[in-house]
């Protein structure tokens, strides 16, 4: 019955903003095809200093000496100053320009991730991809657009309602909703984080004992 319930609601809100999941998918998805690209014009010093730093990152995990906390500290330092900037930022009237713009740059992140570890790792590197970039980007992106689209929908309510004296009087209840709805998204996305920091090492480690020499 809840989930029916849910179902609906997510449905629905999909429906009435249906153009606002539309701009921030493509912005979305052109941060990652400029990620994929940018790949290509990358000078030689800066490709050995991420291979030197993904060497090590895999060794350590290899090692099995993996320091959880660590991880999962810097996985919620990337993302959770992203999630309260969105939040911010639909509480302006003036914020969805630059919601749109972290829509770009989180494609730019995981397109530039994918198209380096393959470039430099080929069949290895796809495998990485699979097995450990993909699984928590599988929660995020759907996360980070229905992030967008709550915070650009709250915006556009503030510019079209922003002189009716009824909806300043019920402006603390709106902008409750609005942030219980971001938490509930904010939940989901918990379960990334989680992937991220456990599952992430131990593909890495699978991968890399499927594949002696995978290090270049």
């Given amino acids: 019955m809840l989930g029916n319930k849910l179902s609906t609601l997510i449905n629905k809100h999909v429906k009435n ?10 912005c979305v998805f052109t941060g990652i095809v400029m990620g994929i690209y940018s790949v290509r014009y990358m000078g030689g010093f800066e490709k050995s200093d991420l291979v030197s730093y993904f ?15 660590s991880i999962l500290l810097q996985t919620l330092k990337n993302n959770v100053p992203v999630i309260l900037a969105v939040w911010f930022l639909g509480l302006t ?35 990485i991809s699979l097995l450990g ?8 992106i759907p996360c980070i657009i229905f992030f967008s689209v709550l915070a650009m929908e709250f915006s556009l309510m503030i510019f079209k309602d922003r002189s009716r004296i009824q909806w300043k009087s019920h402006i603390l209840v709106s902008i409750t909703s609005y942030s219980i709805s971001f ?25 890399a004992a499927r594949f002696q020499g995978i290090l270049l």
């Fill in 17 to 26: 903003n249906f153009w606002l999941y539309v701009i921030s998918l493509l």
């Fill in 133 to 140: 970039v993909l699984p928590q980007n599988i929660i995020y």
């Fill in 55 to 69: 060497n090590n990152f895999t060794t350590t995990v290899n090692s099995g000496s993996v320091n959880y906390k």
């Fill in 183 to 207: 938490l509930m998204v904010a939940m989901v996305m918990c379960i990334g984080f989680f992937m991220e920091t456990y599952l992430t090492p131990a593909m890495i480690k699978l991968v």
């Fill in 93 to 127: 009237m003036i914020g969805i320009p630059i919601i749109l713009i972290i829509d770009v740059i989180k494609g730019f992140t995981i397109g530039f991730s994918i198209s380096f570890i393959i470039s430099q790792m080929g069949i290895k590197g796809v495998w």
